[in-house]
């Protein structure tokens, strides 16, 4: 009788278990995996030490881009920022990759880092590796340049 008691309760956690996931949407996680780097002009600074350290980068579902997913590490390579994300998506989800510079970052003439291309769209298959770069340069500052005076 005990034997039974136990089987059934082992039959209906797993049941359980299962149900709750599915009833969520399923994990966020596959194997997919989005790298590459992102160089910096030679305008833009600093460029010492760990310069990497709060650039924005991340992959979102497109519908939502405050869900953040994979597993993250950006890290300096030979002067520039180089990039990981894995456990991705990768049923074919729609995704959006992003990146955003690093409030520490500033141009010699003063204008703005930006970076291009803009947020991209991704789409993962089973154990696909995508690799995206990016460029951050400066823009003139707007205003100042174009103003004349009679």
Known sequence: ??????????????????????????????????TGIITL?????????????????????????EDV??????????????YHVNNLPSGGEQLALSVSPSPAWQCANGATPT????AQPLQLKDYQAETRDFRVSCTEPTGEASTTTP
Do not use: H, Q, W, Y
């Open 41 to 65: 002009a030679d305008e833009v600074g600093p460029k010492t030490g760990d310069f990497c350290a709060n650039l924005g980068l991340k992959v979102t579902p497109a519908g939502t881009p």
């Open 1 to 34: 009788m005990n034997r039974i008691a136990i089987a059934i309760l082992l039959l209906t956690t797993a049941a359980g278990c299962g149900t709750s996931r599915n009833a969520t949407g399923g994990a966020r996680e596959g194997n997919g995996t989005v």
């Open 69 to 82: 997913l994979g597993n993250r590490t950006v890290r300096v390579s030979r002067g520039r920022c180089s």
């Open 115 to 118: 970076i291009t291309p803009d």
